[in-house]
């Protein structure tokens, strides 16, 4: 299973969802392994029949998280460009 780093990542995205269409990729920041990507049929096979009412439920339990509610895209942006 191929790993990346969190800025190989972001700058080769288009590469890193090509490889994720074959294989699991894990990315890791400051040499530990913080998330994977795998493609959309691997996910549906892990979560089975419920795959749609899994990620509704992960959406509705994050959309009302105080701490990130009122994030828009650019405080994410900021936010990960401050981890760097």
């Known amino acids: 299973m191929p790993t990346i780093t969190s800025l190989e990542a972001q700058n080769q995205f288009g590469k890193l969802i090509d490889t994720a269409q074959r294989e699991p990729v894990t990315i890791t920041r400051r040499g530990r392994p913080v998330a994977m990507v795998i493609s959309?049929?691997?996910?549906?096979?892990?979560?089975?029949?419920?795959?749609?009412?899994?990620?509704?439920?992960?959406?509705?339990?994050?959309?009302?998280?105080?701490?990130?509610?009122?994030?828009?895209?650019?405080?994410?942006?900021?936010?990960?460009?401050?981890?760097?």
């Open 40 to 84: 959309i049929e691997d996910m549906q096979e892990l979560l089975g029949k419920n795959a749609a009412a899994w990620y509704e439920n992960y959406c509705k339990r994050h959309a009302n998280n105080p701490r990130t509610a009122d994030l828009t895209d650019e405080d994410v942006n900021r936010l990960v460009h401050e981890l760097r």
